[in-house]
């Protein structure tokens, strides 16, 4: 096909993933580079994705733009996307410039349509998997020969948690020392199937946009928490270790127990910043009071709370225990006034590639 009318296309689409060490806090804005390394698993997108288009062509014109769940997202003035669009398109250069062959898509107006099949904006990293997925349809429509890795670091740009989502199973954002966020890129701890027993089930517990967006939250706790400097510079490096050591290991108990305390250790510097930052409300402190419960009965850890900057909370626990965890939840949470209980799903981890595709 010739002509201007061509429309060069891609699709793609990308997983959640939840942190089980957070990131929260940026030591440089321009380049969203963490004030620490942070480790997540990525989620199956059977239940939770983002499926985006990115096309371009001759006949397009005007500026770049983006339709985020069929209403259009001013990106003109979002630096973060402008710079992933910038490195992609500039990536795409190179290859032009040795291959004369190759059309000129560098210099196409892009077009985007994305969407989300849960909540956006509501504490369940619609930023993570909607960077990754941009990325991902940019880099595919353009043929870049980058890998996963490579990538992650220019959607770490877009949002930082959007690093972790272009690989499967265990994730591990590396904050870096370097000054141009070179080594600030995400890393496969390990695959999925080496731990495949994993389990995450999501209490939506609001599916409203949230009141301070994680950007503007985690600036204000680096700008007045008086806690935070000995989570970031101490307790995260610490407990990176031990959870990377946990999953070699699949010693669930400890887990279990560094994901609740950094849940709670994140959610405590929130609450010790200025304004005072409140993610958490009753119905998710009692989904972390039916956690307890749980383990309680079992007389060991069988699962794990985990709140990201929202409400909803996400419990990780073996398949093994997927009738005793279920069970403490059916019993609690219909009881729980604000409760709508439709939502609660039960999600396997993502192997990139192999479960999904
Ligand atoms: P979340 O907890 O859902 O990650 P954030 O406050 O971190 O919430 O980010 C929400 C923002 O991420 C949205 O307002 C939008 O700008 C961006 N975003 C969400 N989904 C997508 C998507 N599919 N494509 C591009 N950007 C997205
Ligand atoms: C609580 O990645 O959404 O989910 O880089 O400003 O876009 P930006 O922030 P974002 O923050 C995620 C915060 C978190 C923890 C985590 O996912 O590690
Ligand atoms: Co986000």
Redesign the pocket.
């Known amino acids: 096909m010739s002509g201007s009318s061509q429309v060069y296309r891609a699709s793609t689409t990308a997983p959640v993933n939840i942190a089980v060490i957070k990131y929260w806090g940026k030591r440089d804005t321009a380049l969203n580079l963490p004030t620490n390394s942070s480790l997540s698993v990525t989620l199956s997108q059977k239940s939770l994705r ?1 499926h ?1 288009t990115a096309s371009c062509s001759e006949s397009f014109s005007g500026p770049d733009s ?1 339709i ?1 769940n069929n209403e259009p ?1 001013d990106i003109q003035s ?1 630096k973060r996307t402008q710079a992933c669009l910038k490195h992609l398109r500039s990536l795409r250069e190179q290859l032009e410039a040795k291959d004369a062959s190759l059309p000129k898509l560098s210099k196409l107006t892009l077009r985007i349509v ?3 099949n849960f909540p ?12 990754a ?2 990325v991902r349809a940019i880099a595919d429509l353009y043929e870049l020969p980058q890998t996963p890795q490579e990538l992650s670091l220019i959607a770490r740009q877009g ?1 930082g ?1 959007a690093c972790r989502s272009l690989m499967g199973g265990y994730v591990a954002w590396r904050a870096g020392t370097k000054e141009d966020g070179s080594d600030s890129i995400a890393e496969e701890v390990a695959p999925m199937s080496h731990w495949p027993e994993m389990r995450a089930l999501i209490l939506v517990v609001s599916a409203e946009k ?1 009141g301070v ?3 503007a939250g985690m600036q204000t706790t680096v700008e007045t928490s008086t806690l935070a400097p000995a989570r970031f510079n101490e307790i995260v490096p610490k407990r990176m270790a031990e959870i990377e050591k946990a999953i070699q290991e699949k010693d669930f108990e400890t887990f279990a127990r560094i994901t609740m305390q950094d849940s709670n250790s994140f959610h405590a510097i929130c609450l010790d910043s200025w304004p005072p930052i409140h993610y958490l409300n009753d119905v998710s402190r009692a989904a972390m009071s039916a956690v307890e419960t749980a383990n309680r009965k079992a007389g060991k850890l069988i699962c794990a709370y985990t709140f ?3 409400p909803n909370a996400v419990i990780y626990y073996l398949a093994e225990h997927t009738h005793e965890v279920a069970g403490v939840f059916r019993s609690v949470l219909p009881r729980l006034p604000g409760w709508e209980g439709e939502f609660a799903e039960q999600i396997r981890p993502n192997e990139y590639g192999s479960l999904d595709s």
Do not use: C, H, R
Not at 120 to 131: M, Q
């Open positions: 983002t985006t983006l985020l997202e979002s994305s969407s989300n956006t904006a509501a504490g369940l990293a619609s930023s993570a998997a909607g960077f997925a941009l949002s948690s949230k967006p994680s950007t990201d900057a929202g």
